[in-house]
C-alpha cells in the first residue's frame, strides 16, 4: 500500500488546508499532522504516485513553497491537483538512468542539446486554457540547440518556460500505463513537444507520440527518430527483469 507524507508551510497551511479536502479526495485516506497530510490509498492504487484534489486552486508562489519542504518527494502541480511520486528506485531507476545516460552521450558527442533529469520542471500553458500555467516534470528530457540555442539554455533557472523537443515517460507500475501515455498525448504533445514517449518494460513496448500520430513498437527494437539524428535508444535492457 502506498503511502507517503506531505509537508505544509506554515505560511500557507490555512489556505491550503480544508477540514472537507477529504471529499475531494474519497480514494485517499487523509490525516493531518503538524503541518502534514499524511496520504495513504484506500484501494489498490493505479500508480506509484498520489493525485490530490485541492478545494482551490493555489498559486505558483504556494506550489513553490511547498516544493521548498518536499525535497524528498517528486511534484506536478496543475491549478487544483498536486501529483505527489515516490522514488522510483529499483530496476526501473536502473531503467531510467541507462536512458538518460544514453541520449546524454549521443547529445554530448553530437553537440546538438541538452538532456534533462527528473527532477526539471516545465512551466507551461494548459493546453486548453492558455492563460493558465501548469508545472510538470518528464523521467527524461531533451532540448536542441536548434529549439533553443546553447547559451539559452545554460540561462533556465527554475522551470524552463518552453516545451522539450523530447520527453520521455518510464512506466513505474504495471498499473501505470494509462496515465502515462494521456500526458503524453494530452499535455506533452499539445504543449508543443515534437516527440512524447511512453517506455513500458512491463508490456515490452514503447509508444511514440508524434506529427505521425501515434504509433508503438517493442521494446527490444532499438528506437531511431529522424528528429534525433544517428540517435539509438536501447530501452529493452533489465527489463526482463520484472
Known sequence: MLMTVLHVPPLIWQKFYDKNIAKFNP???????????????????????????????????DYTKITSVNEDLRLEFLSDK?????SMGGIIGAITILIASGLLTWALSRKRGRVYSEETEYYLPNPDNTEEFWRRKADVS????????????????????VPPDLAIEIVSSKY???????????????????????????SKKIYIFDAKGKREQNI????????????????????DEL
Do not use: M
Open 82 to 86: 498536486l501529483f505527489i511520486y515516490n
Open 220 to 239: 527490444e527494437i532499438p528506437f531511431r527518430h529522424e528528429l534525433l539524428p544517428d540517435y539509438v535508444g536501447y530501452f529493452g535492457t533489465y527489463s
Open 27 to 61: 480514494h485517499l485516506r487523509i490525516e493531518q499532522k503538524e503541518n502534514a497530510f499524511v496520504l495513504s490509498e484506500i484501494s489498490p492504487a493505479e500508480s506509484e504516485y498520489f493525485t490530490l484534489n485541492l478545494p482551490a486552486k493555489i498559486s505558483n508562489d
Open 142 to 161: 531533451y532540448i536542441a540547440y536548434e529549439s533553443v540555442s546553447e547559451e539559452t539554455q545554460r540561462t533556465f533557472k527554475g522551470a524552463i518556460p
Open 176 to 202: 501505470g500505463l494509462n496515465p502515462a501515455l494521456l500526458k503524453a498525448q494530452y499535455f506533452w504533445r499539445l504543449s508543443g513537444v515534437k516527440i512524447a514517449l511512453v517506455i513500458c518494460p512491463f
